[in-house]
Each structure stands twice: as structure tokens, then as C-alpha cells.
């Protein structure tokens, strides 16, 4: 707001701008005292949306490239961090639920596996699928423990349903998060079209 005062241009359009650059600073001020978590995500959203609005306005504003250009990035800059936080709560979120259920409950997982994503196939010392299994690419743990059934896709389009127990996890921050799933006995039919792409993709090592 104090760029834009410094030449403001058009003052209708400056006005509108400044409206939502305030609206949106007083409602993260709320959110910042509210001490309920729903009040503190519907303040955020609130803010992003004010913030988005910003954007859109200030390509109607007829300001010095300068100031402009510092008023977009600042707003671009908070939305990014409120994206950040929105990101991290909903993960939180998610981890929260995900310990509260018990370890025994099924689940169903569907996975795409390429031949670039992050979601592959892991093994053991033998290097034999009988002791690795599916490594899936997720933020949304599951814990140790826990049966679930995995729909794999593979590039040829084989479908593979498989009952399966997460052996491991890998949390946040330690490159890629996800589990490791370890599968049940598959039909030689599954596990030709498995070994066929492990032969073009390296499975990843894991030892449990």
C-alpha cells in the first residue's frame, strides 16, 4: 500500500486495490488471534482470495513499471507463503487422521507406475520382488501394520490387485515421503508383466 501512494495513478482503481489488500490483512490479523483452527482456515482462504483479486486489478492500474512491479511480487509473495501453510496444514491434517485409525484397517490405494514417477518397485538383499514390494509415493501414511488392498497400472496397462501391509514409511523430509507396501504372493501372470518392467526400470533397494 505505501508503493502505491507513492504514485498512486488511476484513484478508483488504487482504491480497489487498496480495499483488498486490507481486507486481507485484517483478516489474517483475526486468524492470527482466533484460537479455534477452523477460524484460522477460513481466514487464510479468505486472505488468498483477497490477495488473488489483487492480482487481477493491478493489471488495470496504470502505475510507474517500478512501483507495479513491486506491489506484484509482494502480493504474489504472500500468496505463495499462504499457499505454503494451507499445504502444511492440510498435511498435518492428514497425519493426525492417519494416526488415530487403527493399524489393522483396510484401505484401498490406487497407483499409476512409470517409468520416471516416484512410485516403483523396491527389493531386499536377493534382489527378488518376493522380499520388497511397492514403494507408493504419498504424503497420506498409512501406519506400520496396515492391510490394504494396491490397484497397480503399469506402462503396458496390466492391471495388478494385490493384497498388501505396509512395512515402512518414509516421512516427510526424507526425500521422497510414502510407504513401502509389502505385497502378497501375485499370480505368474502379474509378476511377467512386473519382471518385464523391472527390466527396463531398476527397482529401489530397501533394506527393512
Partial sequence: MGALQEDPGPALAVQE??????DAVGVLFAAERTSRDQGAV?????????????????QDVRVP?????????????????LHDAAERRERAAAREA???????????VKVEVTF?????????????????????ATYELLPVGSNLTV????????????SGRVAWVREEGES????????????????????????????????E
Fill in 116 to 136: 520416471l514417477g516416484e512410485t516403483n518397485f523396491y527389493v531386499g538383499f536377493s534382489g527378488d520382488l518376493s522380499d520388497g514390494g511397492l514403494f507408493v
Fill in 98 to 108: 492417519r494416526l488415530s485409525d487403527p493399524p489393522t484397517a483396510g484401505r484401498a
Fill in 42 to 58: 477460513e481466514g487464510t482462504s479468505r486472505a488468498r482470495e483477497q490477495l488473488s483479486a489483487c492480482l487481477a486489478k493491478l
Fill in 17 to 22: 486495490v487498496t480495499a483488498h489488500l486490507a
Fill in 176 to 207: 521422497t515421503p510414502g510407504m513401502g507396501v509389502h505385497l502378497e504372493p501375485l499370480p505368474e501372470t502379474d509378476m511377467k508383466s512386473i519382471r518385464s518392467f523391472m527390466r527396463k526400470r531398476e527397482p529401489i533397494f530397501w533394506m
Fill in 151 to 162: 490397484e497397480v497400472t503399469l506402462p503396458d496397462e496390466h492391471r495388478v490387485v494385490a
Fill in 65 to 81: 513499471d517500478r512501483i507495479g512491479s513491486t506491489v506484484t511480487q509482494a502480493v504474489a509473495r504472500a500468496l505463495s507463503t
